[in-house]
Nanobody
């Protein structure tokens, strides 16, 4: 089993910044990719950003230039630096990991979610 523990959410004013962290632990052989998704009230969960093992990144158009995803492979941790936050960034943010638990067993895991609220 693998656990993803998120931290760093909270309440911030529009224009402010927050940094989310997500640490993976447990039965991990190698992590292929980690990412952040978000779900606003009444809406579907959507991709925010992902980062692959080699360092390549992918961002939703709505966060490009404002959010930065990074990863510490030694700590199995992914970060999301969120700058210039807008009210529409308000959502529950979920960490995701696509990994190999063994050389032949693949798993996909989600964190419990952390609330980000941006006030005007």
């Amino acid at each position: 089993q693998v656990q993803l523990v998120e931290s760093g959410g909270g309440l911030v004013q529009a224009g402010g910044s927050l940094r989310l962290s997500c640490a993976a632990s447990g039965s991990i052989f190698v992590i292929n990719a980690m990412g952040w998704y978000r779900q606003a009230l009444g809406k579907q969960r959507e991709l925010v950003a992902t980062i692959r093992n080699g360092g390549s990144t992918n961002y939703a158009d709505s966060v490009k230039g404002r959010f930065t995803i990074s990863r510490d492979n030694a700590k199995n941790t992914v970060y999301l630096q969120m700058n210039s936050l807008k009210r529409e960034d308000t959502a529950v943010y979920y960490c995701n990991a696509d990994l190999l638990e063994t050389p032949i067993r693949r798993g996909n895991y989600w964190g419990q979610g952390t609330q980000v609220t941006v006030s005007s």
